[in-house]
């Protein structure tokens, strides 16, 4: 699928990160923290969003990865899951969707916006 972003949805994601992390630092770092084991087990972002949104997530599922580092990382997923203020980061996820969660996850790495303007493949 292809996704397409421009400056100002990104900034309106920014903004809205800024604001989570500003009303609920830990329910944001227990994001960023996913993020990160995310990037380090090199699994995709689309498949980190689909996972915490209850999405179908067998199109972007890891093709070879040992079953139970996946079960580890799926219960990783589950813990942030679990938080009081999960329904706040839910709630920003489903908004900013259509701009991608990989999108979403780079500027929450903090990434600059203009970097991420345009066209981008998801799988």
């Known amino acids: 699928m292809l996704v397409t972003t421009s400056y100002n949805e990104l900034l309106d994601v920014q903004t809205a990160i800024k604001n989570l992390n500003d009303s609920n630092p830990t329910i944001f770092n227990k994001f960023l923290k996913v993020i990160k084991l995310t990037r380090q087990m090199q699994y995709g972002y689309q498949y980190m969003g689909t996972l915490i949104m209850d999405e179908e997530s067998d199109k972007s599922m890891p093709t070879s990865q040992d079953d139970y580092v996946l079960s ?4 990783e997923i589950e813990k942030l899951k679990a938080d009081c203020h999960f329904y706040d980061l839910q709630e920003l996820l489903s908004k900013y969707k259509l701009v ?3 999108n979403i996850s ?3 790495l903090g990434e600059n916006p203009k970097m991420l303007v345009g066209p981008i493949v998801i799988r």
């Open 106 to 108: 780079r500027l929450v």
């Open 100 to 102: 991608s969660y990989k």
């Open 72 to 75: 580890v990382y799926q219960t």
